[in-house]
């Protein structure tokens, strides 16, 4: 049927094209084309089209034919419908039912003479979005679309008539149709090639037909550095253009200082199909300075923040786009093909914040956010993320979880865990796929569609729960659970052990009841064997042994209570801590994971000792007339005081400590080739201050007793019955007479508790005893913080009330703290806040010690 006669609106570039005469238009390998010879040929094709205008669909591909019906179309004021040449054609030839089918090679099948649609007078081009292909929606361009792209982009890059272009990206594609068409308006020519930027003949045919710019989307710079583009000698450079999605700063930085020292700028530039191509570009001298950028409106646009309730900050919003590029609307039948103008504004989905001087940079993506557990998870951040990590991966997801497919032969244990710990997430909701290559577009965009058709079956994790206590033997998945759970770690599989997992002389007391109860005794080198290896020994056996540690810990602080309530007067309890500290520090801590994992533990362990304490000092001194904020601090040990809390701020200046010498390469690997001779080589240092070597009687007590914690870190790594004999030689050596006169008990019970730590791993013990011991244990360093406010309330009634109150204050704080910690932060997330709080303790050093002690 036929369908009334539409205005006949061409595009100027396209139909203007013989003004430029004999400049060269199109160079190939076989030859070069010139702009008479060019516009020639597109005439001779419009003509065939005809002046009734239909909907012609192209199968668009870097030839000299497929260019030429593309312009002819558009000079005829033929509406086209460019498409891959591949079997997406067929989907939208079904939907779109084209009047006419063009293949790259010029061939015309023309399926009716009068178009069987309403074609709206202002619409020219139809391109799937977002570089998507075989989508049925599609966006609708006009002519001034094409024309005023063409030219904003021909400003901006300053495109000269002797300016070559190669068609690094396919013309169906709206960045590489952009070049043709910019290049085109200006009289520029075009080297029109299919060839890859890792094929040699590319390059060849670049410097043979004097190159001078090119256009990439990331993936194609990942390509240039595999071919040493970097080495190249391409005298004829201008520029090169980066778009098609964020290139790491790093990358940008690079590139641009690569261009510096070769003679050619890197133009980092920001659009979408929607608005025809481009909407903001980074001037050439702003890039080294701001690679993060997307930089300025294109001439004749304009950009806007739209407020975000999600993402708070004045500077901070929606970008929006406002210009004569901005797509008629959408189409998503033939129907549509009759529309005009349905949108004045391009809402870009970008999260976008406005720098200094009017430069724009995109930080998230509103619509590709994921909402998953109540958080808020942008894929883009996951890849720039595992990119750190030099990992390859696109991610993308639905409501029911995340799915990450990484390149190469990463290991998809280790992924699934750097993303639960970005991410916040389960492992059972995140899918990990090693793939030879990742799935694109043919126009080099990521293919995340084909990523969330992966199979999502590699890995399924039941429901964190505690493990049975059960006589019979134990699945392996079931203490892969129990370990979730004690450890608060979404990733975890048979092949992990205690210490892999991040485990801590906090986790350890729990962790290893928990084992004791599900498979009887344990072997003294459980922390460090995989899941898998741990099996119960006898499934008759109900004997019970505890740790030695464990128990230490235990009755230290029953100790440490009951005799500064003076229930009875057994000191030495605090220092027999300090030697277990030395020693779980150097089993939980000093692993053979790399430096940057190490110090990363140690900066957890600090924040989860420091942030507590800090909380419930605070709270202290607000409630109380005894405590003062400064007291907060955990600095008055530092600054020469004495203070109840001495025990807990030398735990934080020595995890300090132990932070700083992490990050030295040398002493690390130091500890590494000798681990007890590096902590023997530590004790000189500290018995300086034991011994009072140069004169410092008024140390406080924290700071002179620095040297039982290298003490218990030699124990632990005394493998052999000479260096255990070694170690006892020195406790015996430097304990007696470290206390003064009339201290004879309390160096015993030192003596006695750190002998019992070097040489027995664990004694005999029932279940119940166990549990209790376990209890304290664990809080023994939050009794330790909290019995100072409990006992005085008390005392004066009952000092066994007073004690089993502190106790049981200890352990309900313990609880607390590690719940609110779980919730409120992740892992990575816990280790900037260790970082930021050593960066600020750091800081105080350099203040003046206050001028009066406000400790009782």
């Known amino acids: 049927m036929s369908r009334p006669h539409l205005e006949f609106r061409p595009v100027p570039f396209a139909r203007d094209l013989a003004k430029y005469a004999d400049r060269p238009a199109v160079v190939t390998a076989e030859g070069t084309l010139s702009y008479r010879e060019l516009a020639a040929r597109t005439a001779a094709t419009a003509e065939r089209l005809g002046t009734e205008r239909r909907l012609v669909l192209l199968g668009g591909a870097d030839t000299v034919d497929a260019l030429v019906v593309y312009l002819a179309a558009l000079a005829a ?99 590489g149709l952009s070049v043709i068409n910019s290049h085109l308006l200006r009289g520029a020519g075009l080297i029109l090639t299919d060839l ?113 309730p999600d993402w708070p900050g004045v500077d901070t919003g929606e970008l929006v786009y406002t210009g004569p590029n901005v797509m008629l609307g959408y189409a998503e039948g033939s129907a549509d093909l009759a529309l005009g103008r349905t949108v004045h504004e391009l809402r870009t989905g970008d999260v976008a914040r406005l720098l200094p001087g009017g430069l724009y940079e995109v930080v998230g993506r509103r619509s590709r956010f994921l909402k998953l557990y109540g958080l808020r998870i942008d894929p883009q951040s996951v890849e720039a993320m595992l990119a750190r990590h030099g990992l390859a991966a696109l991610c993308t997801g639905d409501d029911e979880g995340l799915v990450v497919a990484v390149a190469g032969g990463a290991d998809t244990r280790h992924v699934r865990r750097l993303v639960a710990a970005e991410c916040g997430l389960p492992a059972r909701v995140i899918g990990v796929h090693a793939v030879p290559e990742l799935p694109r577009h043919s126009t080099g965009k990521p293919d995340r569609p084909a990523v969330l058709r992966l199979a999502r079956s590699e890995f399924v994790p039941a429901r964190p729960e505690p493990a049975p206590a059960r006589r019979e033997p134990v699945p392996a998945t079931d203490l892969v659970r129990l370990y979730a759970q004690i450890l608060d770690r979404t990733a975890v599989t048979e092949d992990d052990s205690f210490v892999d997992l991040g485990g801590d002389s906090l986790s350890y007391v729990e962790m290893s009841l928990k084992l004791e109860e599900a498979l009887g005794t344990l072997p003294a080198d459980w922390p460090t064997r995989p899941i898998r290896d741990l099996r119960r020994s006898d499934g008759r056996s109900r004997r019970r042994t505890l740790e030695t540690g464990i128990l230490l810990r235990a009755v230290a602080i029953v100790l440490i209570v009951g005799s500064h309530i003076s229930i009875f007067t057994f000191r030495g309890g605090a220092h027999i801590l300090l030697a277990v500290a030395g020693f779980n520090f150097a089993r939980f801590h000093l692993t053979p994971s790399g430096r940057g994992e190490r110090r990363r533990r140690v900066l957890g362990a600090l924040n989860r000792i420091a942030v507590p304490s800090v909380i419930w000092l605070i709270v202290a001194a607000l409630l109380t007339a005894d405590y003062h904020l400064v007291d907060a601090l955990l600095l008055k040990s530092a600054f020469g005081y004495n203070s109840n809390y001495w025990f807990i701020e030398i735990i934080v200046y020595i995890l300090l400590a132990m932070a700083a010498w992490l990050s030295v390469p040398a002493l690390d690997r130091a500890e590494r080739r000798a681990p007890f001779g590096f902590a023997l080589a530590l004790l000189p240092a500290a018995l300086i201050v034991r011994y009072d070597f140069f004169g410092l009687s008024d140390l406080p007590d924290a700071i002179t007793a620095l040297w039982i914690f290298p003490l218990g870190w030699a124990a632990a790594k005394a493998a052999t019955t000479a260096r255990r004999s070694l170690v006892t030689v020195v406790v015996l050596a430097t304990v007696p007479g470290y206390f003064g006169s009339g201290e004879t008990l309390r160096e015993l019970i030192v003596i006695g508790g750190v002998t019992l730590l070097i040489w027995i791993p664990a004694l005999p013990s029932t279940a119940l005893f166990n549990r209790l011991a376990g209890l304290l244990a664990g809080a023994s360093l939050y009794i330790y913080l909290v019995h100072w406010q409990i006992y005085p309330l008390l005392d004066h009634y009952s000092g066994l009330l007073a004690l089993l109150a502190s106790l049981a204050g200890g352990v309900a704080y313990a609880s607390a703290a590690a719940r609110i910690m779980r919730k409120a932060s992740n892992a990575p997330l816990r280790d900037r806040r260790a970082s930021a709080y050593a960066g600020f303790l750091l800081r105080r050093y350099t203040l003046k010690p206050p001028t009066t002690d406000s400790t009782r």
């Open 77 to 175: 004021g033929h509406p086209v419908l460019l498409v891959p040449h591949d079997r997406s054609m067929s989907s939208l030839i079904d939907v779109y039912d084209p009047d006419v089918v063009a293949l790259p090679d010029g061939t015309l099948d023309e399926r009716r003479p009068v178009s069987a649609h309403t074609l709206h007078p202002d619409l020219a081009l139809l391109l799937s979005t977002s570089g998507s292909t075989g989508a049925p929606k599609l966006v609708r361009l006009s002519q001034e679309n094409l024309q005023a792209n063409a030219a904003s982009i021909a400003e901006y890059l300053d495109i000269r008539d002797g300016d070559r272009a190669a068609t690094t990206l396919p013309m169906y594609y709206c960045y």
């Open 196 to 308: 890859s930027v890792a094929d040699d003949c590319f390059w060849t045919l670049f410097r043979d037909a004097r190159g001078t710019s090119l256009a990439g989307v990331p993936y194609t710079f990942g390509l240039l550095d595999r071919v040493g583009f970097a080495d190249m000698r391409l005298p004829h450079l201008r520029y090169v253009t980066q778009a098609g999605g964020r290139l790491a700063p790093d990358h940008v930085a690079r590139y641009a200082e690569l261009g510096r020292r070769r003679g050619w700028d890197l133009i980092v530039m920001y659009g979408q199909t929607e608005a025809t191509a481009r909407m903001a570009y980074l001037p050439p001298d702003l890039v080294a300075s701001h690679p993060q950028a997307i930089g300025v409106p294109v001439p004749g646009g304009s950009l806007r923040l739209e407020p975000l």
